[in-house]
């Protein structure tokens, strides 16, 4: 049974590019959660999506960076236009259902360098 | 507001001894979840274990255990009898009721001694 899938594990761009960032939830879960982490820091929730909507985004940037979780395929974290601040480790984590017990279960990470 | 603070920065423990990671946290919600997590050198987040606010009995699995004092509003991690992998950082995380989202502390960096 595979774990949450996040790819690519290490993305490099330079100033001004768009990065990319794909989960492909846990067989069976439908609730995405997308999280950033800066060095030495714990996770900050960036936004929360079920198939083809967004549910909370109240932790992202209003520019930049956008999110979507279609019908088909994976959810996919997007960043225009990358800045230096934009370097971290960015996690997705999926659950089954919302319940207050429920675990996140999260990925690799992808590790976002901004050159 | 929510908010999870983990006090410990690092931690050393001796193999085989046990060891308390400390977390508290602050909510107004009745109902909320507090979860650990493990983050090794490696970096992806593994689940350890969770405790409900309306749990009368401390949470365990295997050898963690969570020391859940709900006057206080704190959910320390004990881990017992240390193992080198356990070398690793230790993340406490809260989700409230009225929020679909993870709060999570600043982690514990726990190093384990040979």
């Known amino acids: 049974n595979a774990g949450v899938m996040q790819n690519p594990r290490h993305l490099v761009r330079r100033r001004g590019q768009e990065a990319r960032l794909r989960c492909s939830p846990m067989k069976g879960h439908s609730h995405v959660y997308w999280y950033r982490q800066l060095p030495e820091e714990g996770l900050k929730f960036m936004v929360y999506?079920?198939?083809?909507?967004?549910?909370?985004e109240s932790g992202m940037p209003k520019e930049r960076f956008s999110a979507e979780f279609p019908k088909e395929g994976p959810s996919i974290l997007r960043i225009q236009q990358v800045v230096r601040g934009d370097s971290a480790a960015y996690f997705c984590?999926?659950?089954?259902?919302?319940?207050?017990?429920?675990?996140?279960?999260f990925g690799d990470g992808t590790r976002l360098s901004i050159l | 507001a929510q908010k999870i603070t983990q006090t410990q920065p690092g931690m050393f423990v001796q193999e085989k001894e046990a060891v308390t990671l400390d977390c508290t946290y602050d909510?107004?919600?009745?109902?909320?979840?507090l979860f650990w997590y493990k983050q090794p050198s490696s970096g992806e987040m593994i689940f350890l274990i969770y405790q409900g606010s309306y749990d009368e009995q401390n949470a365990t699995e295997g050898r963690y255990s969570l020391n859940f004092q709900k006057a206080r509003k704190s959910a320390n991690l004990v881990i017992s009898a240390s193992q080198l992998g356990d070398s690793a950082m230790y993340f406490c995380a809260m989700r409230p009721y009225n929020f679909n989202k993870f709060y999570f502390g600043s982690g514990t960096k726990l190093n384990v001694k040979p």
């Open positions: 999506l079920q198939k083809e909507n967004i549910i909370d």
């Open positions: 909510t107004s919600d009745q109902s909320y979840g």
């Open positions: 984590a999926s659950s089954p259902t919302q319940g207050v017990g429920q675990p996140q279960h």
